[in-house]
């Protein structure tokens, strides 16, 4: 049988749709937050960061809103197109003094034209 | 420029085998970081080097030995590795090693270990 944790969640829409990707964290003392994009083959790629003294920055199509009343995190990209399709990740850092990224588990976004 | 490279893009090893795996970056960043990533995981990371010195090593067996050769090379030297190492390696880099600086990656190097 399947193993938990063998599948990405995954978000399908369509071409042109808003998409809203989740995150929950889980250290409420981490202070910087970043997405990441990663597509097939490649490695991560910055999308947008955010740090706690802030709930919401924008970049070009792309919102990042944290909520860390609940130690939440989401990223809102609009005008979905087919080329955003990639894993998404966040990532907490964790560390005291130096970076210590702590990835959460990724969400698959399939766009269809 | 944000451009982190990693050699070689893929590399099949025996587990009697020596090999190293090799990061470079011309941005004049100052931390650099080794993470391994399992399929449809995330990222993990295992060294993070500050101003050419190791400053975290998460618990990583000693199969597996970092070296900062200078500012802007990272090396992964591997030896007597098993199947379940197999993985994609990444490198990244990121200004400086304060807590909220962009980390920028490399395309990884895939490893499989027969």
């Known amino acids: 049988g399947e193993s938990v944790g063998l599948h990405l969640p995954t978000l399908s829409v369509q071409e042109g749709d808003n998409s809203i990707i989740n995150c929950a964290y889980s250290n409420s003392a981490s202070d910087y937050f970043i997405w990441y994009k990663q597509e097939s083959g490649k490695g991560p790629q910055f999308i947008i960061d955010?740090?706690?003294?802030?709930d919401k920055r924008q970049g070009q199509r792309v919102t990042v809103l944290l909520n860390k009343t609940v130690k939440h995190l989401s990223l809102q990209i609009a005008a979905t197109q087919p080329g955003d399709s990639a894993v998404y990740f966040c990532a907490e850092n964790s560390g005291t003094g130096f970076q210590k990224l702590v990835f959460g588990t990724g969400t698959r976004l399939l766009v269809s034209p | 420029d944000t451009e982190v490279t990693q050699t070689p893009k893929h590399l099949v090893m025996g587990m009697t085998n020596k090999k190293s795996l090799k990061c470079e970056q011309h941005m004049g960043h100052r931390a650099m970081y080794w993470y391994k990533q399992k399929a449809k995981k995330p990222p993990e990371l295992m060294f993070v080097?500050?101003?050419?010195?190791?400053?975290i090593n998460e618990s990583v067996p000693s199969r597996f030995s970092p070296e900062c050769p200078n500012s802007s090379l990272l090396n992964l030297h591997l030896h007597a590795l098993q199947p379940e190492d197999s993985a994609l390696y990444l490198c990244?880099?990121?200004?400086?090693?304060?807590?909220?600086?962009?980390?920028?990656f490399g395309p990884g190097t895939r490893l499989l270990v027969l």
């Open positions: 955010i740090r706690s003294n802030m």
């Open positions: 990244a880099s990121s200004q400086a090693p304060d807590p909220d600086g962009t980390q920028y």
């Open positions: 080097y500050s101003y050419e010195k190791l400053s």
